[in-house]
């Protein structure tokens, strides 16, 4: 029996699983809950309805496991809780310094519906995540840095959307080379925000919009911009077609460590690199729908992260076809 999946928010997030899930023969999409006028949305996959956010709560008994892909900034830290209670749910929420307040209003939310909530499942947090978790346990005694881009990130691009007279934005992150050589060579270096990345701002600006005030936002919001070398560029919507339809990102973690009696130098990567961020993080939350759903049938409840995920859980093969194939 397949899963059914239903989706709440359908912008670049919410396009990338509902392709996703067309490429999971486990996996069946059964709604699109929009903020839209529902017949304004076109979607790829043949059949399946779209509907008001607000009916979403009257339609529980149809879906296994509901995905949130609102943006971190100010949709999930109210969605996730909210429909917790009701549903089975994925997010992606991004934000590291509010993951824990984000955890326990979720998890206090899951406990009290009888659901399970799988939290933070992107690249990174997510699969990140799990790669540095894995590089301390084996490294011990030793020091682990993670680079991002360059690339867009969906969730400093829909922060900077959301100041007032932003018509659209897209935010690239960039890591300084030398900083990562410098890792790489195992030199263990003490590095602030400032010193591993840059962030490159490309604005589309309302035509009365004060550009001062929206640049001074960017570059002072908290847990985005302020600890960051920041730059603001103002650009027409023609350019912005142009030169940055494009969602590309990627980045590495590297832990370096020491083993043995004689302290030799180990280095561990784990990198990606992607044509489209929304498609990879679209495809990493309909993994994590399987997991909820094998968790919720176990009879787990409350809140979860990718730490809490048994790996076998993320996919649809059997235990000794991936023994078999992939052990």
């Known amino acids: ?78 969605q996730t809780p909210k429909y917790a209670a009701a549903f089975h749910v994925v997010d992606s929420f991004d934000t590291h310094a509010k993951i824990p307040a984000h955890f326990a209003a979720t998890d206090a939310a899951a406990k009290a519906g009888g659901k399970v909530a799988l939290i933070s499942c992107g690249w990174d947090p997510g699969l990140f995540s799990l790669a540095r978790l894995y590089a301390n346990a084996v490294l011990p005694d030793g020091k682990d840095e993670t680079f991002w881009g360059r690339g867009v990130s969906q969730g400093h691009s829909d922060a900077i959307r959301r100041i007032a007279g932003v ?30 990345h840059l962030r490159e701002c490309y604005v589309v600006a309302a035509p009365d919009a004060d550009k001062a005030r929206i640049e001074r936002e960017i570059k002072t919001m908290p847990y985005y911009f302020d600890e960051y070398d920041t730059t603001v560029t103002f650009i027409t919507a023609e350019e912005m ?87």
């Open 167 to 196: 018509l659209d934005a897209r935010q690239y992150t960039v890591p300084i080379d030398a900083a990562v050589e410098r890792v790489r060579a195992g030199e263990q270096p003490v590095l602030t925000a400032r010193d591993k």
């Open 1 to 78: 029996m397949k899963t059914r999946i239903a989706i709440l928010g359908y912008g670049n997030l919410g396009r990338g699983a509902e392709a996703a899930i067309a490429r999971c023969d486990d996996l069946e999409l059964v709604g699109v809950f929009t903020r839209r006028d529902p017949a304004s949305l076109t979607l790829h996959t043949p059949g399946v309805p779209v509907y008001p956010v607000e009916q979403a709560e009257q339609m529980t008994d149809q879906i296994d496991v509901l995905l949130l892909c609102g943006g971190s900034a100010t949709d999930l830290p109210v």
């Open 241 to 327: 077609a142009r030169d940055h339809s494009g969602m590309p990102h990627g980045g590495s973690v590297l832990r370096s460590g020491k083993t043995g009696w004689d302290d030799h130098t180990e280095t561990i990567e784990f990198s990606l690199k992607l044509e489209s961020n929304p498609e990879f993080t679209g495809s990493v939350l309909a993994a994590c729908a399987r997991a909820v759903h094998r968790m919720a049938r176990e009879g787990m409840t409350g809140c979860k992260t990718l730490f809490d995920v048994p790996p076998a859980w993320l996919s649809p093969r059997s235990g000794e076809d991936l023994r078999s194939h992939l052990l």
